[in-house]
């Protein structure tokens, strides 16, 4: 339907205290509405009422009893299986509820069937495999956003990925199997609700459920984006401090190198020191973000650059201690990692200072 002003209508007030306003006679004709059909009120950002019929909003998803957005894969054994699980995910990713996975032929189809549970096992939150068949594997996401909001589920992203850090740098010290084994389930773990969020917020853009997802403009969309990919960036960071260790242990293990004090305790204890202070730095961004604390934010900004001598004194330390290359480039990297952490605190505030800063000004203008 082309755009027309329909110009101007006045709100009357009937006698029980209610307002009503009448509906466009040619509006209502075009959208075919009769007596008893519903419409949709939501108020938009700029405070302004978008009327959407029940209709109109099932036809685009959006409605309660909306179907479920299924999708068909059709898939040759012989060819690469990755391909198959990157459409899957993608799939994952922009909102669909069924995904139906069809074989050309049956004879190779066992290797990818397994592929695609473990896919949907480590990799997509509230997915179950629904049915199967010699031919095809059905799978089916259960979860909706009500269930596991965003804030919570990137709250528990956060705290995985900081134990993960945490249990990387433990590692050094103790190089026990669990610890191991500890960041790469954390390390799986963040990417499975990353990607589950992503699903989430590209639901909410479509839908224009801002509002029904916690936020109190669209905006906010963008800033849980950029939240996800630092969290996920301190998840890897430690998959590679232990991939870098897992390969220092088997070099001492095959007698490759030579190592008689691997752990400096000074640099270690500075480390772990530093470490410890870049993950309360990064908590505490996360909690002024989901408060919408602005000071807090603010301080956090300044704290931030306070702690520049401490890393300064940490380099200081490492550059002259006579380490091996090997163990020298690790305790680097740790370094490194921790003070992305740091850096990734900041960003962290700055975007609660974009979210919040016009409601402060607003308050301000007030006084």
């Known amino acids: 339907m082309a ?3 329909l110009g101007y ?24 509405l009769k007596r008893g059909s519903e ?4 108020i938009e950002p700029d405070s302004t009422l978008m009327l959407v019929p029940r209709k109109i909003q099932e ?11 299924e999708y068909y894969i059709s898939v040759d054994p012989k060819e690469n299986i990755q391909a198959t699980l990157r459409m899957i995910r993608a799939l994952y990713a922009i909102g669909a509820d069924i995904i139906r996975v069809h074989f050309k032929s049956t004879k190779e189809s066992m290797p990818f069937k397994n592929e695609i549970k473990t896919l949907a096992r480590d990799s997509f939150l509230g997915s179950e495999i629904i049915e199967e068949t010699p031919d095809e594997i059905t799978l089916q996401i259960l979860i909706k956003h009500s269930e596991f909001p965003i804030e919570k589920a990137v709250r528990r992203m956060a705290i995985v990925a900081l134990a993960a850090n945490r249990d990387a740098i433990a590692a050094l010290r103790d190089r026990s199997t669990a610890l191991f084994d500890s960041v790469i389930q954390s390390h799986n773990d963040v990417n499975r609700l990353g990607l589950y969020i992503v699903r989430q917020l590209k639901y909410g853009i479509e839908r224009n459920l801002y509002r029904e997802l916690g936020f109190k403009t669209p905006k906010e969309f963008l800033l849980y984006r950029i939240a996800v990919n630092d969290v996920e960036s301190i998840a890897q960071n430690a998959m590679n401090i232990i991939n870098n260790l897992g390969s220092l242990q088997k070099m001492i293990d095959d007698e490759t190198l030579y190592v008689r004090d691997p752990i400096d305790e ?4 500075q480390l772990v020191t530093y470490s410890a202070q870049a993950h309360q730095l990064y908590d505490d ?16 900004i300044s704290k931030r650059e306070s702690l520049k001598p401490l890393e300064n004194e940490l380099i200081m330390v490492m550059s002259t201690k006579k380490t091996d290359p090997n163990v020298a480039s690790l305790l680097r ?8 952490i740091m850096d990734y605190s900041g960003n962290m505030a700055e975007l609660t200072l974009n979210r919040t800063v016009e409601e402060q000004c607003s308050q301000l203008a007030t006084k």
């Open 266 to 269: 000074e640099t270690y204890n």
């Open 59 to 69: 036809k685009e998803g959006r409605g309660n009893s909306a179907k479920p957005k």
């Open 3 to 5: 755009e027309k002003d």
């Open 9 to 32: 209508r006045r709100v009357q007030c009937t006698g029980r205290g209610s307002y009503i306003i009448s509906l466009p006679k040619e509006w209502v004709e075009d959208l075919e």
């Open 285 to 300: 961004a996360i909690k002024a973000l989901f408060k919408r604390e602005y000071k807090d934010a603010e301080r956090l």
């Open 333 to 340: 990297l740790i370094f490194d990692s921790s003070r992305r």
């Open 39 to 42: 419409i949709a009120f939501n």
